[in-house]
C-alpha cells in the first residue's frame, strides 16, 4: 500500500520527509555521509534488496540530494554523492543519532558510533544556537511562532500547540 503523499502540506517537515520517504532513505544518506558512494556499499552495509535501492537512490536524484557519476563503462557502474542539499542533511541524522544514542534504540547498550572533533578527539553533540550570541539554547527555550510562509491552518496549530512552550 503506497503512503499518503505529504505534496501539498504547509510544513516543513511534512515537505522533508516527502523527499526522503522512508526508512531505508535515512540509512542511504547515513552511508553517503560517511563517504560510501557504490551501489554494492550501500548493498552491503544495509543489506538493502537491489530495487528497493535503485528507486530510492533514483527519489535522491530526482529530488536534487544526491548526483550521480558514471566511473565505469563496461559494465556501466554509477557512484552517488551528496549535493550540498544532501551534504546539509547531516544535522537530521546527527538528531537521530543522539536521541537514538540517548535512548539505546539499537539495543546494545552503548551507542556504535561517537562523533568526535577531528583535532581536539573531544566528542560532539548538536545543538541549536543563537546566532547573534553563539551560545547553545536549551530546549526548554524554544518557541514556535508563524513564518513568513504560514497560513491560517498553521497559524491555528500554533495557536493550539502547547508543546515546546509554543504560542
Request: with cysteine; charged share 30%.
Amino acid at each position: 500500500m503506497k503512503a499518503k503523499s505529504f505534496a501539498g502540506m504547509r510544513c516543513s517537515v511534512a515537505g522533508a520527509l516527502e523527499m526522503i520517504g522512508d526508512r531505508w532513505t535515512l540509512l542511504l544518506l547515513r552511508d553517503l555521509g560517511m563517504g560510501l558512494s557504490r551501489f554494492d556499499e550501500f548493498q552491503s552495509s544495509t543489506g538493502i534488496a537491489n530495487t528497493t535501492l535503485a528507486t530510492r537512490l533514483r527519489n535522491l536524484e530526482r529530488n536534487g540530494i544526491i548526483a550521480r557519476t558514471r566511473y565505469l563503462e563496461r559494465p556501466p557502474r554509477d557512484a552517488y554523492h551528496l549535493t550540498d542539499k544532501g551534504r546539509d542533511f547531516w544535522k537530521v541524522l546527527a538528531a537521530l543519532r543522539e536521541w537514538g544514542d540517548r535512548w539505546d534504540a539499537s539495543g546494545f547498550g552503548a551507542p556504535p558510533i561517537e562523533v568526535v572533533d577531528k583535532d581536539t578527539d573531544r566528542k560532539l553533540r548538536l545543538a541549536l544556537v543563537d546566532p547573534q550570541t553563539g551560545k547553545a539554547v536549551g530546549g526548554d527555550r524554544i518557541r514556535y511562532r508563524p513564518g513568513p510562509g504560514a497560513d491560517d491552518s498553521v497559524r491555528a496549530l500554533l495557536q493550539r500547540a502547547t508543546v515546546g512552550g509554543a504560542s
